[in-house]
């Protein structure tokens, strides 16, 4: 049960901004919503993770939806560095980490 | 400072042996997950360790498949007759004990099963 739906694929172009969805209509309480990303051949790096309200960090910034049944994740610039797979995730207070298939970003030069 | 380590970050072995994946955590880090990634594929959940607690074993697979974790650090990861299903790549991840801090990863381990 990856609790989350993410498109399979998206497409930005170099230092445009990206906006990355994410429902999870399931969420509970004290669900943090965690945002890594994938290289090829990498494991997944950590981008950002917020429980209620707006976060930024140098990577990116996470919006989430006031009924916190929706995220989106926004690349403000997105480089060519960017190109990764991108999970969506849910922690619950168990410490479990629920990952789904990610969105596939390709970032056009 | 040191990351999530793994070893071997490439293993090759014929169909029935057994095999050993090893995963040095980040220092003072008491979560350590492993996962287990098939190629084009999203993050199987496999064994969860937490300190001294008993460690969640819901995604192994089969009996096949066990873990330890030595002295609440390095863990070590058994495929007992391996089958070419079990070929992916393994990926180990720390957390510290916080229920809200991130994980960090290693690059993971290529198993290949011939």
Known sequence: DAKTTQPNSMESNEEEPVHLPCNHSTISGTDYIHWYRQLPSQGPEYVIHGLTSNVNNRMASLAIAEDRKSSTLILHRATLRDAAVYYCILRDAGNQFYFGTGTSLTVIP | ?114
Do not use: M
């Open chain 2, 1 to 114: 400072g040191a990351g999530v380590s793994q070893s071997p970050s490439n293993k090759v072995t014929e169909k029935g042996k057994d095999v050993e994946l090893r995963c040095d955590p980040i220092s003072g880090h008491t979560a350590l997950y492993w996962y287990r990634q098939s190629l084009g594929q999203g993050l199987e959940f496999l064994i969860y360790f937490q300190g001294n607690s008993a460690p969640d074993k819901s995604g192994l697979p089969s009996d096949r498949f066990s873990a330890e974790r030595t002295g609440g650090s390095v863990s070590t990861l058994t495929i007992q007759r391996t089958q070419q299903e079990d070929s992916a790549v393994y990926l180990c991840a720390s957390s510290a004990r916080q229920y809200n801090q991130p994980q960090h990863f290693g690059d993971g381990t290529r198993l290949s099963i011939l």
